[in-house]
């Protein structure tokens, strides 16, 4: 046995079967870890709305979709590096880890002076966010049978529904009647908070302690191709034709690079994302839904806001209130899914039935832009509740078909 495995072996404290957490102490990881969500949750919503303001007070809208992309790419890749994290480390240390550097890249934001020192902050944010989510749903996934699981999703409804009513809100607020900085700067108190409540609660967690090999060259190469893909996207037809070997240059390389990403993967010994998982039929099922429920909800909490100034003539703080639907009604969604899981046999019904009447809404959309807003916020409620409806059946089903680590 190797050293490691048997410096780690002391650590182990399995939850055993005969002693679960009992629901008050579950309810308490919960509340531990909710503040955190809510600071996770809170950021995807209060940036989209100030998100114009932003690109006036620095004269580059250009380059504003970068305080969106540098958040997503390095929240991506670091996301299963946490999860192996606190396989060696232990939940509650990289939890605490997460929180820190979220509340550190909101100070580099606030202070920005600049897109690219904005974005860096973004950047630093993400590599903090990027813990937070997941985290989260490990340590449910270890406080919670996979039977109950469903059951807790009302608590997180709780948390999405606060966050998506009150970071489209203050979000404009503070974009019209005071600086957007203050959207950064709020991160920094309830960061604080959220350390010290997750420090208290997940003392109570039980460990499941496995050494892990990460792979951090896979992690290097995934962000760096979708970087220049990004570069190739947002450049083209703008900066350089479309035709440009530039353009040519910057898609070549993000091929040659997602090329090495799958050599990586297929050659180290604990790759970044371990293929063999995908082989399972519910991993890639639940995988590609959620995918494509996080990508619609992302695009249209990133671009409404711009749709709502610029088509409906709406302000800042107004955009907000009108961002407001979209993000909440996903929470019912959520909740209704999550209770079909525990209660009925053929739960993928609700989803799939919510995702056909979202299909419907978002084609009027997309046909009718100048619909009248009264529309358009009816048309994208539906789209969030049909968007809402796959996440918890993707993530519990995903969770029960593969290990525990």
Known sequence: MSDLQTQARPEVRPIQADAPLSHAEVRQVIVGIGLAMFLAALNQTIVATALPTIGRDFDDFENLPWVINAYLLTSTAVAPLYGKLSDIHGRRAMMLAAIALFTAGSVMCAVAGNMVVLSLGRALQGIGGGGIMPLAQIIIADAITPRERGRYQAYIGVI????????????????????????????????????????AALKRLPRHDRPHRLDLIGAVLIVASAVTLLLALAWGGTRYPWLSREIAFLLLGAVAIAALFGWRLMRAPEPFLPLPILANPVVRAGTVASACAVGVALALTVYLPLYFQVVHKLSASTSGLA????????????????????????????????????IAAMALVAWWPAAPLWLVVIALSIVSFGCGSTYPVSTVCVQNAVAPH
Request: glycine share 12%.
């Open 160 to 199: 999405w529904v606060g966050a998506g009513i009150a970071g489209p809100v203050f979000g404009g607020l503070f974009a019209d009647h005071l600086h957007w900085s203050v959207i950064f700067w709020l991160n920094v108190p309830l960061g604080l908070i959220g350390a010290a409540m997750s420090s």
């Open 323 to 358: 961002l407001i639907p979209l993000v909440v009604i996903s929470t019912p969604g959520s909740i209704l899914s999550g209770r079909a899981l525990s209660l009925m046999r053929h739960y993928k019904r609700v989803p799939l039935t919510a995702l056909v009447f979202a």
